[in-house]
């Protein structure tokens, strides 16, 4: 038997950089990515356009002709009925002009609300108070009022007036 003697000759290692598979994403290509999302976030950050706040003496001037027409349209209900309306009709004024939580608000935590009012001056405060107990008593009585549905309405517009004027801002 003829045996070819083997060879103990030492070979260079494969390297290893032939095993790695080549990157589908090049350094360069990931700066390029980078540089876009923050050129595009600043686009985004500096074109984007401010609404301008809304200019609070026309917010309350709207307030004040939506509620004086809604006192308006009031038909010939009984007073305590109108009452009830008036109260509302007020409270989504002060809702609005003052941005006051009134108009989610029992009569009890309206008054016990300390803050209740802050933008009036002190007499529209007490106007308010003393007309908003008013209405309660009417809504809340239980004997049928001796008020006639003009004059709950009557007073509700007095009261709307003292509050649109009242106020110190």
Do not use: C
Not at 62 to 75: F, K, P, S, Y
Not at 136 to 155: C, F, M, N, Q, R
């Amino acid at each position: 038997m003829n045996q070819t003697p083997g060879t103990f000759e030492l070979l260079e290692p494969v390297s290893p950089e032939a095993l790695v598979p080549d990157p589908w994403l090049a350094p360069w290509m990931l700066v390029a990515l980078v540089l876009l999302a923050l050129v595009a976030i600043a686009v985004l950050v500096f074109r984007k356009k401010k609404v301008p706040a809304p200019d609070p003496v026309a917010l309350r001037r709207v307030a004040r002709e939506d509620a004086t027409a809604a006192l308006n349209a009031i038909g010939p209900v009984p007073a305590r009925e109108a009452a009830v309306q008036a109260s509302l009709i007020l409270r989504r004024y002060l809702s609005v002009a003052a941005g006051d939580p009134a108009l989610f608000e029992t009569q009890e935590e309206f008054i016990a609300r300390h803050e209740s009012l802050k933008d009036f001056a002190e007499d529209a405060r007490e106007s308010a108070n003393t007309g908003f107990a008013r209405l309660a008593a009417i809504k809340y009585s239980p004997t049928t009022p001796d008020l006639s549905t003009g004059e709950v309405i009557a007073g509700s517009q007095l009261l709307l007036e003292i509050l649109h004027l009242g106020f110190r801002a």
